[in-house]
């Protein structure tokens, strides 16, 4: 059986996980916490970040797009028929998803308003290209769950988190991306690709009181003089 290696609130797991629900493919998990990494990953893993896919023959796979590369290669398809232009349309689109997965972590580490308004200013940018992509559903190419829909999935997931949690709506103008991202929890796929304990792990880390969202967002809340640090990464 393939074993994942994981952090509970990456997004980039998510993704290899939510891929691996889908398509019913057994496999273990082994959480572990990146502050203190143990030994024998960072000894197989080039990067020191999840996610890490291990297979039956104990080879180690790094960086989630040649982890649900290989996945796609050695599984049955989500769908059939696909033409090589649109496999690779797919991949784009897929792209657009994967490489906002820390532009949304660091925006929802905001501290203020001010840092809140400017981050996702440039998340907004992939829901816009989303919205106008998008047909008439329920998934991103019609009836069928795809590739496309599970890169997106940790996106809209922790979205919806957030929207429950603190009453913020990343969505608010995009009605297309809400009904797709209802259609996906609909699958069960939100709750079956995490830990059963990840919501509490992701408001703990996302909702606290150090972040805007975990405050309420109260726009009222004056701006702190002092800059922000970096946000910290939630995979590496």
């Not at 049955?76 to 649109?86: A, G, K, N, R």
């Not at 308003?113 to 816009?128: H, N």
């Amino acid at each position: 059986m393939i074993k994942i290696v994981s952090f509970k609130i990456c997004p980039f797991v998510q993704r290899v996980t939510a891929l691996l629900e889908a398509k019913k493919v057994p496999y273990d998990i082994e959480f572990i916490s990146l502050s203190d990494k143990p030994q024998w990953f960072l000894d197989i893993s080039p990067t020191g970040q999840v996610p890490l896919l291990i297979t039956e023959a104990g080879d180690a796979l790094f960086e989630s797009d040649a982890i649900v590369e290989y996945i796609e290669e050695i599984t049955p398809p989500l769908e059939i028929d696909i033409s090589p232009v649109q496999r690779a349309k797919d991949r784009a689109w897929s792209y657009q998803a994967s490489k906002h997965y820390l532009v949304q972590c660091s925006t929802m580490q905001s501290k203020d308003k001010s840092a809140l308004a400017e981050r996702e200013a440039k998340l907004t940018k992939a829901f816009e290209k989303a919205e106008r992509q998008l047909g008439d559903g329920p998934f991103f190419n019609g009836s069928t769950l795809g590739t496309v829909d599970i890169a997106w999935l940790p996106l809209l997931h922790r979205a919806q988190i957030i929207k429950e949690h603190s009453g913020y709506e990343f969505l608010a103008d995009y009605p297309k991306v809400r009904a797709w991202q209802s259609a996906l929890a609909d699958t069960g796929l939100y709750a079956k690709s995490v830990a059963d304990d990840f919501e509490q792990k992701f408001s703990d880390f996302y909702l606290a009181d150090r972040t805007f969202l975990g405050r309420g967002a109260d726009f009222s809340e004056p701006a702190p003089e002092a800059p922000q640090k970096k946000a910290a990464s939630c995979c590496g």
